[in-house]
């Protein structure tokens, strides 16, 4: 098997359409998103990058999806928590300041 060079991947959390932060999943942390901050979340939401994937360990919605996605780092499985208006995108760092994106879904 060919070797592959390991990709640096990087999150794009939104909130509302907007983007409010970008980062590296290289380092394992917990970030907590407060509802005091972010007024249409239906309550603190926490995310934790671990062992280079991101997951939403806590939040408040009525089916609780995008903390039963689990971990991921796929750029083709996004976590989408629509009740609470965020999205975590998962891009390559390479691509990040690219503008040749063809179609952004929110």
Known sequence: ??????????????????EIMAIG????QIITLKKKQYPLL?????????DKKIAVIKEKS???????AGFT???????IC????VVILIEDVENI?????????H
């Open 25 to 28: 999943l290289n380092k394992n």
């Open 82 to 85: 629509q009740p609470n208006k």
């Open 42 to 50: 239906l309550d603190d939401m926490v995310i934790e990058v671990r």
């Open 62 to 68: 009525p089916y609780n999806y995008c903390s039963i």
């Open 97 to 105: 300041n690219k503008k040749d994106i063809d179609a952004e879904v």
């Open 1 to 18: 098997y060919p070797l592959r060079r390991q990709r640096q991947m990087c999150i794009r959390d939104r909130y509302n359409n907007k």
């Open 73 to 79: 780092n796929e750029s083709t499985r996004p976590i």
